[in-house]
């Protein structure tokens, strides 16, 4: 079945420590994207690709780099994580990039806890 | 600053009507989503409005009011299922997606 795949699904993690979640996609789609869901808050964007070899900076990119080798996998790493990185985090991908107006697909989540 | 707001929650009964409300301020407009998320789940799409009206899909239709920045989202026949957190989102001048926090809709028999 066609679609996004996150991993893990869950996690704790000790502070300090680095930590990368997966995202994989095999709809061949040109922009993929890494969101954090918190309690109350919307969706924030945390990095983004609009194509392979190219990535950019969303609203809360700071403890976070991504990269972008090919079209299907756009992986997510922590450095050092910290206790306000617990989460859950998204990743979705749309055909489309930020100029357009496209719909997004989700993976599953990543529930990661810092402790 | 930019802002989408949506109530936290509403319960509404089976096979009612329910209507989940959301305004919005943002630099710009290039469009407004509506999108479905189960507890646990990923969001998934519901609609698209970049026009002033109504769109209809099914039990689903959402509405748009630009120059009120104001959308609705309209559930009929509500089922169990429906029972689901739905998340309003803007598109800005810069396209960037600016997302609400969600309304928690619980459906009682």
């Given at each position: ?27 061949r ?12 808050l ?29 079209t299907d ?12 990185q ?21 993976g ?8 | 600053?930019?802002?989408?707001d ?12 329910v ?6 301020q ?84």
């Amino acid at each position: 079945i066609a679609g996004i795949t996150q991993a893990p699904t869950s996690q704790i993690l000790a502070a300090g420590r680095r930590m990368t979640l997966r995202c994989t996609q095999d709809m061949r789609h040109n922009a993929m994207y890494w969101y954090r869901q918190d309690l109350g808050l919307g969706l924030r964007l945390i990095h983004y690709s609009n194509t392979a070899g190219t990535t950019g900076k969303g609203e809360v990119p700071d403890g976070y780099s991504v990269s972008r080798a090919n079209t299907d996998d756009f992986p997510l790493t922590l450095a050092s994580a910290v206790p306000s990185q617990t989460s859950v985090y998204f990743c979705a991908s749309s055909e489309e990039g930020l100029a357009e107006t496209g719909e997004l697909f989700f993976g599953e989540g990543s529930r990661l806890t810092v402790l | 600053g930019q802002n989408i707001d949506q109530p936290t929650e509403m319960t509404a009964t089976e096979g009612a009507i329910v209507q989940i409300n959301c305004t919005y301020q943002t630099s710009g407009f290039n469009g407004l989503f509506w999108y479905q998320q189960h507890a646990g789940e990923a969001p998934t799409f519901l609609s698209y409005n970049v026009l002033d009206g109504l769109e209809e899909k099914g039990r689903f239709s959402s509405f748009l009011s630009r120059s009120k920045g104001y959308s609705y989202l309209l559930l009929k026949e509500l089922q169990m299922k429906d029972s689901a957190s739905y998340l309003c989102a803007v598109t800005d001048s810069n396209y960037q997606l600016i997302w609400g926090a969600g309304t928690k809709l619980i459906i009682k028999p």
